[in-house]
């Protein structure tokens, strides 16, 4: 497995634009899932631990997809961090910022990727020397207005916004220069994973990728 640095995530989400958001109830969904996203020009999962599959679903989505880039998501303690990393996640993303799993992950040198959505919280991941953040909940946390407000005292940081994004507003989202990346999971919703609807689910990742990318 190759290891990344946080400089070289950053310019592969940059490149992909688009992070899928993932929840399987069945570990083994994530095989046909991957496959979809791959071939459909969406090489990268966020993997999250909102359920008991996920540890298992990095596992096999590394294991059959050695190329793919891994998130695991929704990490919000140190156990998960280790089997994260131990399944073969290529980073960490947080809902939120919480200092001690921000530097369980740093001295583990395991790129983290924390949630923050007000300056208390942008100013506690600059002090920890991060500078590429999750604004998590986007659009609930006041959207492209919000984002633009903290850039004014903020210009160096990295978002990656999530969080109410959609086909709709995700343009809006990535013309702002400072966002590497958006987080959505319209395109891989909890029910068509369940309903196995992968021709649907190719047929919205092609339809995301052509809207971001052209």
Same mark, same amino acid.
């Given at each position: ?35 979809? #996203? /791959?071939?459909?020009?969406?090489? +990268? ?6 359920? *008991?599959?996920?540890?298992?679903? &990095? ?41 001690a799993i921000v530097k ?13 959505n007000n300056p208390m919280?942008?100013?506690?991941? #600059? /002090?920890?020397?991060?500078?590429? +953040? ?6 609930? *946390?006041?959207?492209?207005?919000? &984002? ?55 047929r919205l990742v092609r ?8």
């Amino acid at each position: 497995m190759m290891t990344y640095t946080t400089a070289q995530i950053i310019e592969k989400l940059q490149q992909l634009k688009v992070v899928p958001v993932i929840a399987v109830e069945q570990a083994e969904d994530i095989l046909p899932l991957v496959k979809t #996203l /791959s071939e459909n020009g969406l090489p +990268v999962a966020e993997i999250t631990f909102r359920s *008991s599959a996920a540890e298992r679903a &990095i596992r096999l989505a590394r294991q059959h997809y050695p190329a793919l880039l891994i998130a695991a998501g929704t990490v919000s303690t140190a156990e998960q961090v280790v089997k994260a990393q131990n399944a073969g996640a290529d980073f960490v993303v947080t809902a939120g910022l919480n200092p001690a799993i921000v530097k369980f992950c740093q001295d583990l040198n395991f790129p983290i990727i924390p949630g923050v959505n007000n300056p208390m919280s942008i100013e506690a991941a #600059l /002090s920890m020397g991060i500078n590429t +953040v999750k604004f998590f909940p986007a659009e609930a *946390s006041g959207g492209i207005k919000m &984002i633009k407000a903290l850039l004014g005292p903020y210009g160096n940081l990295q978002l990656m916004p999530t969080g109410g994004i959609s086909l709709n507003n995700i343009q809006e989202y990535l013309a702002i220069e400072n966002i590497i990346a958006c987080g959505g999971s319209w395109f891989v919703d909890k029910s068509l994973i369940q309903a196995k609807n992968w021709n649907e689910i190719g047929r919205l990742v092609r339809e995301v990728v052509a809207c971001t990318r052209s």
